[in-house]
């Protein structure tokens, strides 16, 4: 598979659903990635990447930003309040804001930078303990209380479980954005990314894909 095959994937599954062309955003998953297949990805033009740890998009990405123009990074792992101010100096987009503590910080932080990310609240529509993210019940609650310390909440992700059919958690996730008012839907990754786009999907997270399976190290 290639970055051009999954674009074209893409392509027809919007056709498919009858949605606008391009209206889906494909985020490469580059987390755990040797550099060298990631600058393979920039040089065919390709500006949206995905990293799951502050500290490896910080160790990566200001090299790559000197060299290609326009990158759009995406946070999409776990956030840690204080590692809050290095992604948002770093980050574009914030996929993993899933409690009241992490919204008051960011609320402070864009403050004094004067500037946020986009920022997407982490359902957990499987609510599974071990995974992070807000409850179904209580997600309307925290979009709420998002938005009431101004920040910029564009949308939602989840992450569904991994022996659940994906189409009911990305359809509840459709369901949540839309009594909110969000159109923003982060969900599908590299085995269900057309079933996310035919429920919604705005964003697409794609890795393995893309640059063949993660490595152990990144060089």
């Given at each position: 598979?290639?970055?051009?095959?999954?674009?074209?994937?893409?392509?027809?599954?919007?056709?498919?659903?009858?949605?606008?062309?391009?209206?889906?955003?494909?985020?490469?998953?580059?987390?755990?990635?040797?550099n060298d297949r990631i600058e393979?990805?920039?040089?065919?033009?390709?500006?949206?990447?995905?990293?799951?740890?502050?500290?490896?998009?910080?160790?990566?990405?200001?090299?790559?930003?000197?060299?290609?123009?326009?990158?759009?990074?995406?946070?999409?792992?776990?956030?840690?309040?204080?590692?809050?101010?290095?992604?948002?100096?770093?980050?574009?987009?914030?996929?993993?804001?899933?409690?009241?503590?992490?919204?008051?910080?960011?609320?402070?932080?864009?403050?004094?930078?004067?500037?946020?990310?986009?920022?997407?609240?982490?359902?957990?529509?499987?609510?599974?303990?071990?995974?992070?993210?807000?409850?179904?019940?209580?997600?309307?609650?925290?979009?709420?209380?998002?938005?009431?310390?101004?920040?910029?909440?564009?949308?939602?992700?989840?992450?569904?479980?991994?022996d659940e059919e994906p189409s009911l958690h990305f359809a509840l996730?459709?369901?949540?954005?839309?009594?909110?008012?969000?159109?923003?839907?982060?969900?599908?990754?590299?085995?269900?990314?057309?079933?996310?786009?035919?429920?919604?999907?705005?964003?697409?997270?794609?890795?393995?894909?893309?640059?063949?399976?993660?490595?152990?190290?990144?060089?």
């Amino acid at each position: 598979m290639s970055l051009q095959d999954i674009k074209a994937r893409i392509l027809k599954a919007e056709a498919a659903a009858g949605r606008v062309e391009d209206s889906v955003q494909l985020i490469a998953v580059s987390k755990v990635q040797p550099n060298d297949r990631i600058e393979a990805v920039l040089e065919q033009g390709h500006r949206c990447f995905g990293e799951n740890r502050v500290q490896e998009a910080a160790g990566k990405w200001p090299a790559f930003r000197k060299k290609f123009s326009e990158i759009d990074l995406h946070l999409i792992g776990p956030l840690q309040t204080n590692k809050a101010r290095q992604a948002m100096e770093l980050c574009n987009a914030i996929h993993s804001v899933d409690r009241p503590k992490l919204a008051t910080t960011l609320a402070r932080l864009s403050q004094e930078l004067g500037h946020c990310p986009d920022l997407f609240i982490q359902v957990n529509t499987g609510e599974e303990e071990q995974k992070a993210g807000v409850l179904p019940a209580e997600a309307d609650a925290f979009v709420s209380e998002c938005r009431s310390l101004d920040l910029p909440v564009r949308g939602l992700m989840c992450i569904p479980p991994v022996d659940e059919e994906p189409s009911l958690h990305f359809a509840l996730l459709a369901k949540i954005a839309h009594r909110n008012g969000l159109v923003g839907l982060s969900m599908g990754m590299s085995s269900d990314f057309e079933t996310a786009i035919a429920l919604g999907a705005t964003h697409v997270r794609v890795g393995s894909a893309i640059f063949g399976e993660r490595v152990t190290h990144v060089e």
